[in-house]
């Protein structure tokens, strides 16, 4: 009977289609979320991998109440086909694409509060009305390609990864205090008055911290302490907005009108602001003309906002109203 079986199995038509579904309900872990990013119901999922089952002759999932798991033959046959699967997905794309107007959905995941995205994305939409971005604000490290999103902004230090990075712009922290709070504690003149101003920090349960900074006189380390330690830089800045005391903040994208930089000579260089995709092979079209937008249109976004710095309010909202009515060729 095994013997029978098999050679039904291998005589067996292979459906490419069950093998695709099969490829992402390995990647997602569960029929649920396969099921959710296909767009199909959970039950159809499960007889298609069901069906390609019976043709192999193998089960391919263990499955449990809770996940599911691959079998040695699953796991196997996973690594050979998930290559094959996504080609044909990408160049399947790639002669869709070609020849036609830009349009889909770009799922896209950003850092929380970053307000110059918004008129980039808004010249882009414009541009190409057949698009459509998902965009999710978070200031978590998203896994690009387990949670299927098509392209990222990040900021800082990058790990070692297979993902394709490109710098946009060099940015920095600076120390911004709101103007009630530094009306009634005095502006400090020097990084030693720091140490008499309660200092809003970041990861530092203990409530101290030296903060590391470049100034006219190279990097230099302050030690700092304050009554609020977060993990998240959006917290931070409604911390400082709420007067409770000074930290340190991402220059560019967090220019409000009731912030003031304190020293503005020391700022904490090398955060560094990057696009990155999950690869750039088989790139969509409008995954890549998206990239290309925010490597060319993020950069003056940054040139007004340090213009608030140097020149005011009035002039921060001058030029970014100029900017606004521009549109990218």
């Known amino acids: 009977m095994v013997a029978k079986a098999n050679t039904v199995a291998r005589n067996a038509p292979i459906d490419l289609n069950q093998v695709a579904m099969f490829v992402r309900v390995a990647e997602r872990g569960s029929f649920t979320a396969a099921a959710a990013e296909l767009g199909m119901l959970k039950s159809s999922v499960s007889r298609s991998v069901a069906a390609l089952e019976g043709a192999l002759g193998v089960r391919l999932l263990h499955r449990t109440t809770r996940r599911l798991h691959l079998t040695d033959a699953g796991q196997a046959y996973f690594s050979s086909v998930r290559a094959a699967v996504t080609g044909i997905h990408d160049a399947s794309v790639l002669a869709l694409d070609a020849g036609r107007e830009p349009q889909g959905l770009i799922r896209m995941t950003a850092p929380e509060s970053f307000e110059p995205l918004a008129p980039v994305l ?16 978070t200031g978590r490290r998203v896994d690009l390609v387990a949670e299927g999103f098509d392209i990222a902004l990040r900021a800082g230090q990058l790990p070692d990864s297979t993902l394709v990075a490109r710098k946009i712009v060099d ?20 990084l030693a008055e720091l140490s008499q101003h309660n200092v809003l920090l970041m990861h530092a349960p203990q409530g101290r911290a030296g903060l590391k900074l470049t100034g006219p006189e190279g990097p230099v380390t302050v030690e700092v302490a304050g009554s609020l330690s977060v993990n998240e830089m959006r917290f931070l800045l409604a911390a400082i907005q709420s007067d409770i005391g000074i930290g340190l903040l991402p220059r560019a994208p967090l220019v409000i009108d009731d912030l003031v930089r304190v020293l503005p000579k020391y700022g904490s260089p090398d955060q560094a602001l990057y696009v990155v995709v999950p690869s750039a092979r088989h790139e969509p079209a409008r995954v890549a003309l998206l990239r290309e937008a925010l490597v060319r249109e993020l950069p003056p976004q940054f040139e007004v906002c340090s213009l608030a710095e140097r020149g005011g309010v009035d002039s921060f909202r001058k030029r970014g109203s100029e900017r606004g009515g521009q549109r990218a060729t």
């Open 122 to 137: 808004g010249r882009f939409l414009a541009r190409y009305p057949k698009v459509r971005v998902d965009l999710v604000l």
């Open 171 to 190: 940015t920095e922290l600076g120390l911004y205090a709101s103007k009630r709070y530094l009306r009634a504690h005095g502006k400090p003149s020097t």
